[in-house]
């Protein structure tokens, strides 16, 4: 089992960069970011506090590391026309010398839409232009030229070199409805979920049904999932912090504790565990945080 870091791009960039390096220097597998260009209204953080943009994020991250995998979490097609997506991607593949990740979704978040006028639409319309989206990525990634010809974009013998420096530059997508499980079935290497144990269990088994129907060999397709995460030195105080989030899956408690989740999670399948730094505190604090979690737990799962 692979383990990653997500970090808040709320925060001074230097502190994104310190975690980074951090994370690069004491094992961590991955460095996921958001793709969001504010929070979401109603949630937990407020919609007006700084948030830097994924693209940019990524390129210099790709060039600040040696080592990890850089992905996000995940960039919304809403707003990232596919082939200039592809263009960016196949670049920051080389400047990462083949180290991207290739995150994408079909978009969600009302907010940012309405304030930057980019038409959400309603479920059924974003994954069918999700679909074609991903047929635009994988083209142009893979082949001399592609051509789409779709309801939603249209690309016409497209060319887009230089192509990325691995052979086939991986596609994640974020998905839980039966109809993006089943976009996932025919085009993901890769799928990811927010989840507790038990969801996380339930949803593969509607992968693994969406892969049958599709003709597609299960285990072709690699899973990860995050939660939020709080490390403490004993127990007492766990359940205050799950209800306290009440509404995202969280896992608080010792290293001991938080293993036991991680078991759970092996068990059903996943391959890669994203821990996002959000409720692990900052600086210092956060530091140990994160050193707990990788001396004290990946190893029983490597």
Not at 232 to 251: F, H, S, Y
Request: glycine share 8%; proline share 7%.
């Amino acid at each position: 089992m692979r383990f990653s870091l997500w970090t808040n791009l709320s925060q001074p960039w230097d502190d994104v960069a310190d975690v980074v390096r951090h994370a690069e220097g004491t094992g961590w597998d991955g460095v996921y970011v958001a793709d969001h260009f504010m929070a979401d209204a109603g949630g937990p953080f407020p919609a007006d506090q700084p948030n830097f943009e994924a693209t940019a994020v990524l390129a210099a991250l790709a060039s600040l590391t040696e080592r990890v995998r850089l992905s996000a979490l995940v960039f919304g097609i809403t707003y990232r026309h596919p082939a200039v997506l592809a263009k960016w991607a196949a670049t920051t593949d080389h400047i990462s010398g083949g180290r991207l990740l290739l995150g994408v979704g079909a978009g969600w978040q009302q907010n940012e839409h309405d304030q930057y006028g980019i038409p959400l639409g309603p479920p059924g319309e974003r994954v069918d232009r999700f679909e074609e989206a991903l047929r635009v990525l994988r083209g142009l990634l893979d082949d001399e030229t592609t051509t789409v010809d779709g309801d939603h974009y249209t690309v016409r013998d497209a060319i887009a070199y230089p192509k990325p420096v691995q052979p086939r530059l991986p596609i994640l997508v974020g998905a839980t409805g039966p109809r993006m499980l089943g976009v996932v079935a025919r085009h993901a290497d890769e799928w990811n979920m927010w989840s507790l144990p038990p969801d996380l269990a339930a949803k593969r088994a509607e992968l693994d049904r969406a892969c049958e129907a599709n003709g597609r060999d299960p285990g072709t397709i690699a899973t990860s999932t995050q939660a939020l995460f709080v490390v403490l030195d004993d127990n007492d105080e766990a359940q205050t912090w799950i209800d306290m989030l009440k509404g995202r899956p969280c896992v608080a408690g010792t290293p001991e504790r938080i293993a036991e989740s991680v078991a759970a999670w092996r068990e059903a399948g996943v391959d890669e565990l994203v821990v996002p730094d959000f409720t692990l505190g900052t600086g210092a604090q956060r530091a140990d945080a994160l050193d707990r979690i990788i001396e004290q737990v990946a190893p029983d799962f490597r």
